[in-house]
């Protein structure tokens, strides 16, 4: 994986030997500026003096240690798997430009070339904008793989009601269903969300329905922010991560996760379709403190 620079602050302030009193300010200044927030940072100092206190740490390598496992006690992950013998609807959600489109062809290369996922169909949810929907059309191309898409402002529920219908009548195990991330409000884009939910459910059941969060780390704090409408509206399963090569930052995550509850499955670094990893919490922590 390939971060940029992510915990480099904290690497310089692990590289000098004491804890004097400037330390603890500098340690949370640096994890504000990676994008933990203010509160969360505040809180981690907090619980990162007690550890210390505790275990009598007196060297800031082990304090890195303790603080990895601090901000660890948030983080949550889980793989995003295809349940057999199921249909399998994964709804992809997430504001406009965090990079939906995109994850839906990595995520639907990574299951044909990783989890042995030979038919997967692809819906074009996000009837907001043409371009959207050429754009899957395209990616579905070089794929190889069914893309299912009305016109531009067609009603996106009847949409994925059509691609959830087709990949039935061809026996297709997997459906991968973009959605747009912005309607005229708020509240028409939490409605839209939730008669796609509703329709997903019933035509499903359930069992292998998901629907992920795309986070963009570039975004900074306001993600929580969004993260919270859109679990609100519909209930997030699981979070992937993008753009982790454009930012130093991408510490959000871990606010998020607590807030939330909901486990991060994906990491992407790049615009390749290659640029998606299943989420290690270890490495992901250890370039955040500066360790790798
Ligand atoms: N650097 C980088 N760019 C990305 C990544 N994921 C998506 N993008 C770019 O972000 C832009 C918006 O992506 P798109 O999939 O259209 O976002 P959507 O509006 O949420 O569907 C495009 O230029 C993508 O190439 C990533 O992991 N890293
Ligand atoms: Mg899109």
Same mark, same amino acid.
């Given at each position: ?21 400037? &330390?603890?300010?500098? *340690?949370?200044? =640096? ?19 007690? $550890? ?6 007196? @060297? ?7 603080? $990895? ?7 949550? +992950?889980?793989?995003?798997?295809? #349940? ?6 994964? *709804? ?12 839906? =062809? ?43 898409? /009305? ?15 087709? =990949? ?10 973009? @959605?747009?991330?912005? *309607? ?34 570039? $975004?900074? /704090?306001? +993600?929580?922010? /969004? ?19 454009? $930012? ?5 995550? #871990? ?9 991060? +499955? ?5 615009? @390749?379709?290659?640029? *998606?990893?299943? &989420? ?13």
């Amino acid at each position: 994986m390939a971060f940029a620079g992510l915990g480099k602050r904290l690497r310089e302030i692990f590289g000098s030997r004491e804890i004097d009193g400037k &330390f603890y300010e500098e *340690l949370e200044d =640096a994890l504000i500026e990676a994008d933990v927030g203010v509160r969360y940072a505040s809180e981690t100092i907090e619980a990162l003096r007690e $550890t210390a206190r505790k275990e009598g740490i007196r @060297t800031r390598e082990e304090l890195r240690g303790a603080l $990895t496992e601090v901000l660890g006690k948030n983080l949550i +992950s889980a793989e995003l798997t295809i #349940v057999p013998d199921a249909l399998n609807v994964i *709804l992809v959600l997430g504001v406009n430009g965090v990079g939906k489109t995109t994850t839906i =062809a990595k995520l639907a290369r990574h299951f044909r070339a990783n989890r042995g996922v030979e038919r997967i169909l692809l819906v074009a949810g996000d009837t907001f904008r043409a371009a959207a929907i050429d754009q899957l059309k395209i990616l579905g191309q070089r794929l190889d793989m069914p893309v299912v898409a /009305q016109d531009p402002g067609a009603d996106p529920g009847a949409v994925i009601f059509d691609g959830i219908s087709s =990949a039935v009548a061809r026996g297709i195990p997997l459906v991968i269903a973009d @959605t747009a991330g912005r *309607l005229h409000t708020r509240d028409a884009l939490v409605k839209e969300l939730a008669k796609i939910d509703k329709i997903v459910m019933s035509r499903t059941g359930g069992a292998g329905y998901r629907k992920i969060l795309v986070v963009d780390a570039t $975004t900074g /704090q306001n +993600s929580l922010a /969004q993260a919270e409408v859109f679990h609100k509206a519909v209930g997030i399963d699981s979070i992937v991560l993008t753009k982790m090569d454009s $930012t130093a930052k991408g510490g959000m995550v #871990v606010p998020i996760c607590r807030e939330l509850g909901v486990p991060i +499955s994906f990491l992407a670094d790049g615009e @390749t379709l290659d640029d *998606l990893h299943v &989420f290690d919490p270890v490495l992901y922590l250890k370039s955040l403190v500066g360790e790798s």
